[in-house]
């Protein structure tokens, strides 16, 4: 129904700044809710931040609020989210995920999932 494509991860100093972006196919962006997940070598995916169909209602990790910023352009079909004050513990590959149906901040709840994109931050 729809595909994501992550974009915008790499390498970054600890204390810097970066922005995923996540594109979506299809034609009803606005009718998904969105997620955005990560997960380190070895250790569970887990948790970054939610952001439901028309952006009125936003969830992060307790850990990343006030440095992580979820947001989406349902004309443009895209979720982003900005990443300030990066820590080494910050590195991960990023996945971009979407549901329909009822809001939820839980991970088995996302049906689709991107391919995800690396965020290194160098100590």
């Known amino acids: 129904q729809v595909q994501l494509v992550e974009s915008g991860g790499g390498l970054v100093q600890a204390g810097g700044s970066l922005r995923l972006s996540c594109a979506a196919s299809?034609?009803?962006?606005?009718?998904?809710?969105m997620g955005w997940f990560r997960q380190a070598p070895g250790k569970e995916r887990e948790f970054v931040a939610t952001?439901?169909?028309?952006?009125?209602?936003?969830n992060y990790a307790e850990s990343l609020k006030g440095r992580f910023t979820i947001s989406r352009d349902n004309a443009k079909n895209t979720v982003f989210l900005q990443m300030n004050s990066l820590k080494p513990e910050d590195t991960a590959v990023y996945y971009c995920?979407?549901?329909?149906?009822?809001?939820?901040?839980?991970?088995?709840?996302?049906?689709?999932w991107g391919q995800g994109t690396q965020v290194t931050v160098s100590s």
């Open positions: 995920a979407a549901k329909t149906g009822s809001y939820s901040l839980k991970i088995d709840d996302y049906r689709y």
């Open positions: 299809g034609r009803t962006f606005t009718s998904y809710h």
């Open positions: 952001i439901n169909w028309s952006g009125a209602t936003t």
